[in-house]
């Protein structure tokens, strides 16, 4: 069975409210990476300022919940706008799940990102399906068996 978690976009802002919602609602953050942490790209170069904002946080706010978030990447990712700022993030249990998750969604949509292995060690793409909601699919890959 598929999890799913709302994943929130920030234009640069995302640190401060994600700092917001810990103070909140409580909880620790399971992953804050930023896109200075990225492997380098071919044609991107990203200022200072670009570097030290948040690629992807996680905050765990018990059992199964997490809130996810990042800010707008530059030249990596469209500038926010009201009603591009969120998606949901899918995590599905197998491979092929993905596959039929993506494949369903993103027909009559748009693909954002197609389905590949990541540099964070995630089956891992991103699509607009036809009636505007943005989606993340993801399949977590075990970090020893370097395959999907």
Request: proline residues 6%; glycine residues 12%; negative net charge.
């Amino acid at each position: 069975m598929a999890k799913f978690d709302p994943y929130l976009i920030f234009p640069g802002t995302c640190e401060e409210a994600f700092n917001l919602y810990r103070s909140v609602f409580g909880g620790t953050f399971d992953t804050l990476s930023r896109f200075g942490e990225m492997p380098p790209r071919e044609g991107v170069t990203l200022s200072k300022e670009q570097q030290n904002m948040v690629m992807h946080v996680a905050l765990h706010l018990g059992g199964d919940t997490l809130l996810l978030g990042s800010d707008s990447g530059g030249e990596l990712s469209p500038p926010v706008e009201p009603g591009n700022n969120f998606s949901v993030s899918v995590n599905a249990a197998s491979k092929e799940e993905a596959d039929r998750y993506f494949q369903g969604l993103s027909q009559g949509g748009r693909v954002t990102q197609a389905m590949e292995l990541t540099f964070w060690g995630s089956y891992f793409g991103m699509c607009t399906d036809r009636f505007g909601i943005s989606w993340m699919i993801s399949h977590s890959v075990p970090p020893e068996s370097g395959n999907i």
